[in-house]
């Protein structure tokens, strides 16, 4: 498979996340790290797993300075991916918020794209175990916030996984209640978006 083969593209704004735990992506990923003009040093552990992604993974060190410069050589480069034919899936690795405009455009018209604050989101979602909605722990967890006000619910990942281990008075492993929420999130029963839990029940 080629590197334009890829069907994932993960585009990082290194300027906003320097956390970039590339060794669990698996071979549909390419990746293109975004450079600031200004950063001058790049950890050595970062590099050598980047290496072991060989033409997987691309470095673009912009050139210029200026707010949100680097930003907008990410938006540029994601109206590129708009004109191609098959599209690749498109993810953003950057907190910064600014993204999400632009990404619901490409959307709307026909580019697959979001934005996750920490690779972690994508790590959860390949880990994810196939199951189906009929497990007793999973029916009770949906039993037991379909009995709650959605205000009352948790609206992160963090606060969902605490509350779940608390229905189970902690007596399950954390690997269990993560695949309880992915299972949720493939089935449609939640869905996350800029690190926030939004329930569909």
Known sequence: MSTQDRTKLL??????????ELAGLDDSF??????????????????IKAQKLGSRVEWQKITGNGSNALDFFIACQLGRELEKSPRPECTVLSKDKGFDPLL?????????????????EIHHKVAAAPATTEEPKLRRVVEVLGKSEKRARPR???T????????????IHQQEVDRIINVMLDNGLISEANNAITYEF
């Open 160 to 171: 969902l996984s605490q509350c779940i281990s608390a229905m189970f008075q902690k007596k």
């Open 104 to 120: 619901r455009y490409l959307n709307d018209n026909g580019l697959k794209c979001k934005r996750i604050n920490s690779l972690a």
């Open 156 to 158: 992160k990942r963090k």
């Open 11 to 20: 585009l990082v704004d290194y300027e906003n996340v320097q956390q970039v």
């Open 30 to 47: 390419r990746v293109i790290i975004f450079v600031g003009a200004d950063q001058k040093n790049v950890p050595f552990d970062l590099v």
